[in-house]
């Protein structure tokens, strides 16, 4: 299946003599040589020079205002997440309770972004959320694997889509992309856009199985180009997971995107980020890549569930002066 | 105002304990200076006294040299490779005992950045010398005979951009080899080599194996001709180097220079874009573009000169140039006035001369010596920015067609210090690397150093190399 | 370890026989006069993956001094604790191997630093196990601290020495680099209970392998004190295994093992042993050091040891533009 022009924004360049040239991007997934052309026509990436970038941008210190101001931020980014097998209602309600007063005992404490589940979840989080402004994100498509029939995974985003999700977060086909087969990758990306309606969508890449940062640039473009909102890295349920210098090579590629074809994606890590420490890291990386356009939760997302008790522990710190401990928190 | 703005975040200054005046470190101890010449030394960040040191005269660098002998041929000259050695592992765990003290010193008398101090200076400084510690006993290895012997004293003379790794790369070498040091720190920048001295009190290194005198350059001009040094080590400008040379001609003194640079930066149109960016950008603004291997020509490849502009001028523009002392500093101060006084006349004969001048918007704090990171672009070979070594914050921006016009464009200069590849094609970094006239080649990587690797230029940059097995041939006997 | 004069609580264990007397001390507190305090004994187990566990079959056997004096039930190591100890072995490989030769000096510095701290217990123990004065002991004991230091600052130049470019006769870049054989089995000296032993374990791991050390049957109370400074010195779990025991059980295991790349024979005595051992290594051609009966453990080292378990790799890589 060939699908042409999904992407919005054609731009133009100058070709020689002052020509208007149209560098509309939706060509290139006019065929399965087209896009691989593309995609391997990206520039490479220097693994070294990339993580020694991350780990520089890693030692800048936030401290007292501009620690505050991160904190906050960042619990304004997370994207309270339940994704196990033993899920039920009632832990679903829970998490509902602390994504709208993440600290019981400071009602000034912002709400988080969302809250992440389960298909079968979301009538539930929509039910105890509606009217919060929390939003509902789904995971769909099979989720985490992704191995299952195409007809399957769409009937697994449309589920969820009715139940009320407003985002879908969706997996690429791993196996497909490893072994070179872009079109398809694209492909389903586009089909499940379409099966998500009005639902933002997120494409997790699983930058854990793509291995190479060059992998996960030339995976980052491919969903972008299919039309997804988001680039998310993981699914959380493979090491490793999100990294700084992973993170780094998307938002890169968000950049670069935009500067091509004026229009934003948002970048989402996802998994491993456990610490304020992490998180903070985080929003440098986005500040000093991407730029301050994307500090915002429209545009940046933490996969996240152990990371908002931190995030509030360092907040109550850095309110009262006093080192806190868990039991002044819920445990949900 | 922007979204994320970082607050202050400042690195204690309490760590250190400057004095109000220094002496001599000779034999062991601190002395007056004979002489009663003395010279302030200022916190160029904020044009703050510091400290006083003395102006060393004859009188004092005779006493120093003395000292040296005396320590070389009853002491150190004699002592096993296993006892010099465990001394200079001793001063290796010293200096890591106290690495944070050091850097915060280093930050505040030289002007870099701590986070450079913190990161790169010191910890270079502390493998500096438990590499040379391993090779005191183990000479005989090396490659340059069956018993090596040292030379004897060294008079070692080293500039102001590093100054302790500068120390670190003169010290650690000669003392393993055998031979005796009297050091003359930058005039600029004495007090982390008079914290050393103290480093070597309290690892208990005998007297006077280490000497440090301080003083400008007359005094360096008495050290290294002095007749009873037997090795001359020195770092620091062509100009001088030339001097020196000359003043040794037609003695028994061996030499080696470390001395200017004009490096040209080469990107392909293949390089890996953002990490080339990373490289051009810490190769010429890492320490204030105050080192003298610093990637000061970018040699772009015309097909992508645009873009690479672009990215780079939007990467410069998150320069963070401020204190020096606050841990998100990127640029520090320049070390000097006369420093600061000569990267502005450069860079005015730089738009004199036609080329375009560009810097990120910057605000430069009222007090101390600062330069904004600065781009050229429209140079060419023949104006003075892309000939002369500016040793400041400023890039000269050529580009080139063919690989073959880049190595010609590189290698056409008197210095040959280093030089720097960007590609991701293997084959051609090898093949480039081969015909660079440079002594050091990074490959998509930039201003990388390690106790390990040889370091030294071709040309007019100098001769000898420090670092690695190579760095022990200046200390040794022929 | 310091017996007390007379022991109130009975009889001790009936295995060995008791000592009235005051018994040469070989450990902890020897400057304490017998008579004031009850000395706390040491216990003396393997040490496998940085802990220290009793052996998998419970045995255990007296160590004597020189003079033949109770010292010690020792663990006595099985063929399951070699096949555990080489299976933590290959697991620290590639953390080891994969470390800086920086790093890898760092701690082996670090593991001279302890090593000098507890000088006087190593004296104490290589005293009266070889059955040496006080002088001769503090001089093996010298020389086996600075052997170690010797050996640390070889880490970042054994590659520099025995690692080379090669000028071959094309447009090639070509460049010969040392790499570590992997997982090694050492034989310790019979005698020589720490100089010995430091001389043959520290030339394997500064070069990056891992190892399993079997120590001198007769002799081994240094190497598990010398276990002691490794657990203590930032040396990562199993980059060193130590098992004491009979050497005539447990090597033939270690040389027979697929999963070793090399074996150092110095502690096999007879030579018909070592002749045995050499065969079953081969086996799996490890790389194999045979005992030199007449080696000097005072004289200052060469290379061997360590080349012996390197692995030079050479690359090409054309050059073109």
Not at chain 1, 195 to 220: F, M, P, Q, W
Not at chain 1, 278 to 295: C, M, P, Q, R, S
Not at chain 1, 301 to 328: C, E, H, I, V, W
Request: a negative charge.
């Amino acid at each position: 299946m060939t699908v042409t022009a999904q992407t919005t924004g054609a731009t133009t360049g100058h070709g020689a003599g002052g020509r208007q040239v149209d560098h509309s991007l939706g060509d290139v997934a006019r065929s399965e040589a087209a896009l691989r052309t593309f995609l391997h026509g990206l520039a490479g990436v220097d693994q070294v020079g990339a993580d020694a970038r991350a780990a520089v941008l890693g030692t800048r210190s936030i401290k007292t205002s501009a620690k505050e101001w991160a904190i906050d931020l960042g619990i304004r980014m997370v994207d309270l997440t339940t994704l196990e097998g033993a899920d039920t209602p009632g832990k679903v309600r829970a998490l509902c309770a602390k994504a709208q007063r993440p600290d019981p005992s400071d009602p000034k404490c912002p709400p988080v972004a969302a809250v992440c589940v389960y298909p079968s979840m979301v009538a539930t989080a929509v039910r105890e959320l509606r009217g919060s402004g929390v939003h509902v994100a789904s995971v769909a498509t099979a989720f985490p694997s992704g191995q299952a029939p195409m007809a399957v995974k769409l009937d697994d985003t449309r589920a969820a889509v009715a139940a009320g999700a407003d985002e879908i977060d969706m997996v690429i086909n791993r196996g497909a992309f490893l072994s070179g087969r872009y079109l398809e990758v694209f492909d389903e990306i586009v089909a499940v856009k379409e099966a998500s309606g009005d639902a933002h969508l997120k494409v997790i890449l699983e930058t854990g199985e793509l291995a190479t940062y060059d992998n996960v640039r030339r995976a980052s473009w491919l969903a972008m180009l299919a039309g997804g909102d988001f680039i998310k890295t993981s699914t959380g349920k493979v090491a490793p997971a999100a990294t700084l210098p992973v993170t780094l090579i998307m938002l890169e590629a968000v950049r670069d995107f935009r500067a091509v074809t004026g229009r934003q994606i948002g970048v989402k890590p996802a998994g491993g980020i456990r610490t304020s420490k992490d998180a903070i890291k985080y929003l440098v990386l986005v500040n000093e890549t991407a730029g301050e356009d994307w500090l915002d939760p429209n545009w940046f997302r933490f996969g996240a569930s152990t990371l908002l008790n931190d995030l509030l522990m360092q907040r109550t710190k850095m309110a009262t002066g006093r080192y806190s401990g868990p039991d002044y928190f819920t445990l949900d | 105002m922007p979204t994320f703005e970082y607050a202050p975040a400042p690195e204690s200054r309490s760590i250190v304990d400057i004095r109000s005046s220094y002496g001599l470190f000779i034999n062991g101890e601190f002395v007056d200076g004979r002489s009663g010449d003395t010279r302030k030394t200022v916190n160029p960040a904020s044009e703050e006294v510091l400290a006083e040191v003395v102006e060393a005269g004859e009188a004092d660098v005779d006493a120093a040299v003395a000292a040296a002998r005396h320590a070389y041929d009853q002491v150190w000259g004699r002592m096993r490779g296993a006892d010099r050695a465990k001394y200079l592992y001793r001063i290796a765990r010293v200096v890591q005992e106290r690495a944070r003290e050091l850097a915060v010193l280093e930050s505040i008398d030289n002007g870099k950045p701590i986070r450079e101090s913190r990161d790169v200076d010191i910890p270079l400084v502390a493998a500096h010398f438990f590499y040379y510690a391993g090779w005191a006993d183990k000479l005989k290895h090396a490659g340059f005979g069956e018993n090596p012997r040292p030379i004897g004293v060294a008079g070692q003379v080293i500039p102001w951009n590093f100054p302790l790794l500068m120390l670190a790369w003169k010290i650690a070498p000669a003392l393993a080899a055998g031979n005796t040091v009297v050091l003359k720190p930058a005039e600029t920048t004495p007090l982390t080599a008079l914290a050393f001295a103290e480093i070597c009190q309290q690892a208990e290194l005998p007297p006077g194996a280490v000497n440090i005198i301080t003083g400008g350059g007359e005094t360096g001009r008495l050290l290294v001709e002095h007749p009873d040094v037997d090795k001359v080590a020195f770092t620091g400008s062509t100009e001088v180097g030339r001097a020196i040379a000359k003043s040794v001609a037609g003695s028994q003194k061996r030499l080696t220079l470390e001395l200017g640079g004009k490096a040209a930066n080469i990107v392909f149109d293949d390089a890996a874009i953002d990490q080339a960016v990373e490289g051009i950008v810490n190769g010429i603004f890492f320490n204030q573009g105050h080192v003298c291997c610093a990637g000061s020509r970018l040699l772009v490849q015309e097909s992508i000169a645009e873009p690479l502009l672009d990215r780079l001028k939007r990467r410069m523009a998150l320069l963070r140039l401020g204190d020096p002392l606050d841990k998100n500093t990127d640029i520090g101060a320049i070390n000097s006035a006369a420093q600061l006084e000569r990267i502005r006349e450069l860079s005015s004969a730089g738009e004199a001369e036609g080329a375009d001048r560009w810097s990120p918007p910057c605000e430069l704090p009222a007090r101390g010596f600062w330069f904004a990171p600065t781009l050229f672009t429209g140079v060419s070979q023949a104006h003075r920015i892309a000939r002369e070594e500016i040793f400041g914050p400023v890039l000269s921006v050529l580009t080139f067609r063919t690989p073959a016009e880049a190595v010609e464009k590189a290698n056409n200069t008197p210095y040959g210090l280093s030089a720097g590849v960007w590609t991701e094609k293997g084959s051609r970094i090898l093949a480039i690397a081969d015909q660079l006239r440079a002594g050091v080649v990074w490959a998509n990587t930039f201003n990388k150093f390690d106790p390990a690797s040889p370091f030294g230029g071709y040309k007019e940059s100098g001769y000898g190399r420090e670092g690695g097995r190579h760095g022990l041939e200046a200390y040794l006997a022929h | 370890m310091h017996p007390p004069k007379a022991d109130p609580q009975g009889a001790p264990p009936p295995v060995h026989p008791p000592k009235a007397q005051s018994r040469p001390s070989a450990g902890a507190d020897s400057s304490t006069p017998a008579a004031s305090r009850l000395a706390v004994r040491k216990t003396y187990k393997l040490f496998i993956g940085g802990a220290f566990p009793r052996s998998e079959s419970g045995r255990s056997y007296v160590v004597s001094s020189a003079e033949g004096e109770f010292l010690a039930n020792a663990a006595q190591a099985s063929r399951k604790d070699v096949r555990d100890a080489v299976k933590v072995a290959r697991g620290a490989v590639a953390a080891w191997a994969g470390a800086t030769a920086y790093n890898r000096g760092q701690v082996l510095y670090r593991i001279a630093e302890m090593l000098e701290g507890r000088r006087a217990q190593f004296v104490d123990e290589v005293r009266v196990g070889e059955g040496l004065g006080k002088s001769a002991a503090e001089s093996a004991v010298n020389a086996a601290i600075d052997r170690w230091v010797w050996y640390a600052g070889w880490s970042d130049k054994i590659a520099q020495v025995y690692g080379n470019a090669n000028p071959v006769a094309g447009p090639y870049f070509n460049l010969t680099s040392p790499e570590p054989t992997g997982v090694v089995g050492v034989l310790a000296p019979q005698d020589s209970s720490l100089l010995g032993l430091v001389s043959v374990l520290a030339p394997v791991i500064v070069t990056g392998n891992t190892c399993v050390v079997l120590a001198s049957d007769a002799r081994p109370l240094p190497a598990i004190t010398l276990a002691e400074v490794l657990a203590t010195s930032d040396l990562p779990g199993g980059v060193v295994n130590l098992l004491t025991g009979q050497v005539a059980e447990t090597a033939p295991w270690l040389a027979g093992h697929m999963d070793v790349n090399a074996i150092d024979l110095t502690g096999a005595s007879d030579p018909g042993f070592a002749t045995d051992l050499e065969v079953a290594a081969a086996e799996n051609l490890k790389r194999v050091v045979r005992p030199d009966h007449s080696e000097d453990w005072t004289a200052e080292p060469g290379l061997d040891r360590m080349l012996a378990f390197l692995e030079p790799k050479t690359v090409w890589h054309p050059k073109g533009i």
